[in-house]
């Protein structure tokens, strides 16, 4: 595949925002196109809570044929297209439903002729495949389509390959009916996950930012980093990676929090390029922090078939040590340009803004405590977002109340209620919910109460957009790789490559991962990245959640390299400067996420996960103490080196050693260690000594 370019990059990057960044507009075909969106929240919230209960297969069909219906026509509309595009936009979703009305019709039928289909389930799976193709290239370029369809032409033609990368062949109606059908095309597994967890982790951050959590985050924010040196970018890490624990979407985390954070860091002095490289570090550092990680934790965990505990349980110590590192580098830049905190009089106070709204963060706690109380992930997302109605709701039925007591009875009969359903199950919620809603009608503000609601229900089914279709047409890729065993190919030449030296193996994971995220969102790409390079690092020895972290780290990293960049890009208007100067600096930046990686497939114990030379030679909890020590020191080293300053302005040959330093901490050899720690000592020496000779 050719590498697109800075042009292309900034093309694709504005088309994959336009569904997102617009909202419906006021017309007629807008106003249509918003009921649709909460009509589809409406029925994806019914489906999750089995208020409604369906078979999944037809859940999927349903869920990508609304994708379509308000996909294309949404798409037309935003970008201003001619009356005879809205048209052919308007018919292509009319196909789309039409295809999801004969899966449900033919639901059936369909599964008593499996693999011996009729000539109008060909039909239809050949227009399932290209509407699903069609949707994706026109929200997110041309990117995805092209990696997509190079494995559909794999499957089709692939047999007229040379050995060993040909296969037996496959006839078009068993591509078809394997592509269009079932559980392992665009219906499987990444549609499954779209049509569950991740609709409604999407409305769960929607209903959570309506009822004011961005305010919540970035006045705490504010209150705890704004006064210290560098105070405008620290609270952008730190308000970013609170705001990537709700959001799905490392890139809408930079257009909603980097609205407010990047002209902040700017007018506070730092370069824009420097501004807009922090912001999209830190969006995309929320997709490796729990608990919701972009939803690839619970994607994660299915497909490993392990607790969703483990998998936070790997991604805590390197997601701290990712944010650690980017507090650093934003710390020694403002030592540099001498940039001092924000006076007081501009703070907000966090104890204020808790007081005020410690409400928002019960909804996300109660989420949490369900995940490692071993409850499933739709269960808990489900109570997390009816909690969520039940504040905003609950609230506008309070201010209507008497002052005092009355108003105390109320949350406590309400909490009351909300804890029910650990007894009676989620009906108890929606009761709860649907009396609230009945409350609002007749109380002074509710009525503006539920249209924020409604509000919250289409702003998250146009989120969802892009991510559901892009997880569609992922189908593809998995699917190619079910029919034809197109990974073990793979996997087999990165094994042979790591049987004479491991850590080139890993490059070429870490590029495939890289080459292969471009311009995808992180669920797909996550997706894409385990099935294809995954296997082969658990063949070569490295734990199977360490090797899935890995490539799911460097996938989600591609939206921050050159030159596709997608954080950055979406960080470029804000700031006002290039998307690729933007994406030098945050590579720079986000240092510790190329590295943690690396460093965890030698010492597993990074990722708190047993196994490794080390964790056998002194146990686990040394292990674990003696890597995490490294790696600090590591991301020390190399802020120092990157940024040039640390208490003073360093020379080239301080930087060199500095970078020396920890290049030898990140390797996992006694020598190399030893080296390292040398070096470190050496480097603090010169920094102690060249302190004591400053004048105070």
């Known amino acids: ?133 069609a949707a994706a290239w026109a929200m997110m370029g041309p990117a995805l389509p092209l990696i997509a369809g190079t494995f559909l032409a794999y499957c089709l033609f692939g047999q007229h390959l040379p050995a060993p990368l040909d296969h037996r ?81 490392g890139v809408a985390n930079v257009v909603t929090t980097g609205q407010f954070t990047i002209p902040l860091m ?31 934790a619970f994607i994660m965990a299915e497909t490993l078939g392990v607790e969703y505990v483990e998998v936070v349980k790997a991604a805590l110590i390197p997601a701290i040590l990712y944010f650690a590192a980017a507090f650093w580098m934003v710390h020694l830049e403002a030592g540099r340009m001498n940039l001092r905190g924000l006076t007081a009089a501009e703070l907000p106070s966090p104890r204020k803004a808790l007081r005020e709204g410690w409400h928002l963060i019960l909804p996300l706690a109660v989420l949490v405590w369900l995940l490692f109380s071993g409850y499933t992930p739709l269960f808990a997302g489900t109570v997390g977002l009816g909690l969520t109605v039940m504040l905003i709701l609950g609230a506008s039925v309070a201010l209507g109340l008497p002052a005092g007591a009355i108003r105390y009875i109320f949350w406590i009969g309400l909490g009351l209620i909300a804890a029910a359903f650990l007894k009676f199950g989620i009906h108890i919620v929606a009761l709860a919910v649907a009396a609230l809603v009945v409350a609002n009608i007749f109380v002074a503000g509710g009525r503006k109460t539920l249209a924020d609601v409604r509000d919250a229900l289409a702003d998250g089914a146009r989120t969802a957009l892009p991510v559901g279709i ?129 460093m965890a497939v030698y010492t597993p114990a990074l990722m708190l996960q047993e196994g490794g030379p080390l964790a056998s030679e002194i146990g686990y909890i040394p292990a674990v103490a003696y890597i995490v020590l490294k790696a600090v020191l590591a991301i020390g080293l190399w802020g120092a080196a990157v940024i040039g300053w640390l208490g003073h302005r360093l020379a080239v040959w301080e930087r060199v050693l500095a970078m020396v330093a920890a290049a030898a901490l990140i390797a996992a050899l006694p020598a190399s260690d030893l080296a390292g720690f040398v070096l470190c000592a050496a480097f603090a020496a010169l920094m102690w000594r060249a302190r004591g000779a400053r004048p105070a």
């Not at 209903?207 to 209150?223: Q, R, W």
């Not at 506070?268 to 990680?293: K, L, N």
């Not at 471009?518 to 070569?540: D, K, Q």
Request: a neutral charge; one cysteine or more.
């Open 1 to 133: 595949m050719t590498t697109p370019s800075p042009a292309a990059a900034e093309a694709a990057n504005a088309t994959f925002h336009d569904p997102l960044a617009e909202g419906f507009p006021p017309s007629a075909q807008g106003r249509l196109l918003f009921w649709i969106a909460v009509v589809f929240s409406a029925f994806q919230i019914a489906t999750a809570a089995h208020l409604i209960d369906m078979p999944s297969q037809v859940v999927r069909a349903v869920h990508v044929g609304f994708l379509m219906l308000l996909g294309f026509p949404l798409l037309a509309l935003a970008k201003g297209a001619a009356p005879s595009i809205r048209l052919l936009a308007w018919g292509l979703a009319a196909a789309g439903v039409a295809v999801a009305f004969y899966q449900w019709w033919e639901y059936v039928p369909l599964l008593m002729r499996a693999g011996d289909p009729l000539p109008r389930d060909i039909a239809f799976g050949t227009l399932a495949i290209a509407l699903t193709f």
């Open 169 to 249: 062949g496959y006839d078009y109606a068993q591509v078809i009916d394997h592509m269009g059908f079932g559980t392992e095309g665009i219906y499987g597994v990444p549609t499954y996950v779209s049509s569950s967890y991740i609709f409604l982790f999407i409305l769960f951050g929607a209903f959570l930012e309506k009822a004011g959590m961005i305010k919540l985050f970035t006045d705490v924010s504010l209150g705890l980093v704004g006064h210290r040196m560098g105070g405008a970018a620290k609270v952008a890490v730190l308000s970013s990676g609170l705001m990537g624990t709700i959001s799905g979407s």
């Open 470 to 598: 892009a997880c569609a047409l992922v189908g593809i890729i998995i699917g190619t790789m079910t029919l034809t065993g197109a990974a073990n190919t793979f996997g087999q030449f990165i094994v042979g490559v790591g049987e004479k030296s491991l850590f080139l193996s890993l490059i070429l994971t870490m590029i495939t991962c890289i080459v292969l995220g471009m311009g995808i969102p992180t669920i797909p790409n996550y997706i894409i990245t385990s099935s294809i390079a995954g296997p082969a690092l658990l063949e070569l020895g490295v734990p199977l959640i360490v090797s899935h972290m890995f490539v799911f780290y460097f996938g989600i990293l591609a939206d921050l390299t050159p030159p596709v960049a997608l954080a950055c890009f979406a960080a470029a208007p804000i700031a006002k400067e290039r998307g690729l100067t933007i994406s030098l600096n945050a590579v720079k930046i986000a240092a510790a996420g190329f590295v943690i990686p690396f």
């Open 266 to 296: 700017k007018r506070f002095g730092y370069r824009p390029a420097f501004a807009g490289g922090v912001e999209a570090t830190a969006s995309m550092g929320g997709q490796i922090m729990p608990p919701v990680m972009g939803a690839v």
